[in-house]
């Protein structure tokens, strides 16, 4: 098996970044420093390190969703000292390598998958997929037509428009309009500046889905894996 794809499989990175990591020098087979992408292992038998700490495959990938709160950083360390979601996860995997797909905003909240799998991350993640991301958003007071249709047709952030994105009027109740937004780009805190655009400021964020999974009922602060199909939808992206 070729070197990246057996790094990938102990949970390392992606194929991509475990390249990098081999002709970085940072990698070693049997003791010794390959360079070589075209390296091959033998799972059984070959003994492995990275940074001269020995690997494994890890064989099944964890996939799990979870219901970010707000108040959380998405990354796996902060040198803030803010909270990671990674300290929601409590311990329950050690030893695993597993970070988040993508992130939310500290103060967005809702659902954040969480894999060992960095091949499937990077897959969610490339613009090219367009996997659809579904958003609830409120606002103070009600919302025009005229502004939900400048949203689906797209508003200029830093000087580039926002793609076609589906935009509905949930509903109106004291005085906030709640409003789901579903768009297949990733840009930077892109739902709340499109709102921003229109002179409307977000006060709560949620997303409610990746494309066909959804957070469903799973309770604020709280995590659990994928169901097979839900993981096997993912893999299929
Ligand atoms: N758009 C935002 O503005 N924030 C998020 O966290 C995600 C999408």
């Given at each position: 098996?070729?070197?990246?794809?057996?790094?990938?499989?102990?949970?390392?990175?992606?194929?991509?970044?475990?390249?990098?990591?081999?002709?970085?020098?940072?990698?070693?087979?049997?003791?010794?420093k390959?360079?070589?992408?075209?390296?091959?292992?033998?799972?059984?038998?070959?003994?492995?390190?990275?940074?001269?700490?020995?690997?494994?495959?890890?064989?099944?990938?964890?996939?799990?969703?979870?219901?970010?709160?707000?108040?959380?950083?998405?990354?796996?360390?902060?040198?803030?000292?803010?909270?990671?979601?990674?300290?929601?996860l409590?311990?329950k995997?050690?030893g695993?390598?597993?970070?988040?797909?993508?992130?939310?905003?500290?103060?967005?909240?809702?659902?954040?998958?969480?894999t060992?799998?960095?091949?499937?991350?990077?897959?969610?993640?490339?613009?090219?997929?367009?996997?659809?991301?579904?958003?609830?958003?409120?606002?103070?007071?009600?919302?025009?037509?005229?502004?939900?249709?400048?949203?689906?047709?797209?508003?200029?952030?830093?000087g580039?428009?926002?793609?076609?994105?589906?935009?509905?009027?949930?509903?109106?109740?004291?005085?906030?309009?709640?409003?789901?937004?579903?768009?297949?780009?990733?840009?930077?805190?892109?739902?709340?500046?499109?709102?921003?655009?229109?002179?409307?400021?977000?006060?709560?964020?949620?997303?409610?889905?990746?494309?066909?999974?959804?957070?469903?009922?799973?309770?604020?602060?709280n995590f659990?894996?994928?169901?097979a199909?839900?993981s096997?939808?993912?893999?299929?992206?």
């Amino acid at each position: 098996m070729r070197i990246n794809k057996f790094l990938a499989e102990c949970g390392i990175a992606s194929r991509r970044n475990c390249e990098a990591l081999v002709l970085e020098g940072r990698v070693k087979v049997n003791n010794k420093k390959v360079l070589k992408l075209a390296t091959d292992v033998d799972p059984e038998s070959d003994l492995v390190s990275v940074d001269d700490k020995p690997v494994k495959p890890i064989g099944k990938h964890l996939y799990i969703m979870l219901n970010k709160p707000k108040g959380y950083v998405c990354t796996t360390s902060d040198e803030l000292g803010r909270k990671t979601v990674m300290e929601l996860l409590k311990d329950k995997y050690p030893g695993k390598r597993i970070f988040p797909v993508g992130r939310l905003d500290f103060d967005t909240e809702g659902l954040l998958l969480l894999t060992t799998d960095g091949d499937l991350a990077n897959r969610l993640m490339h613009p090219r997929n367009e996997i659809s991301k579904t958003y609830v958003a409120k606002i103070e007071g009600e919302i025009s037509e005229a502004d939900l249709n400048k949203l689906r047709s797209g508003v200029e952030l830093d000087g580039v428009k926002t793609k076609k994105c589906k935009v509905k009027l949930l509903g109106f109740d004291e005085n906030m309009s709640r409003i789901e937004v579903v768009i297949t780009e990733g840009r930077n805190r892109q739902v709340r500046r499109m709102f921003e655009s229109i002179n409307r400021d977000v006060v709560f964020l949620k997303r409610t889905a990746i494309g066909d999974i959804k957070l469903g009922g799973l309770y604020r602060g709280n995590f659990r894996e994928l169901k097979a199909n839900e993981s096997e939808y993912l893999k299929k992206i």
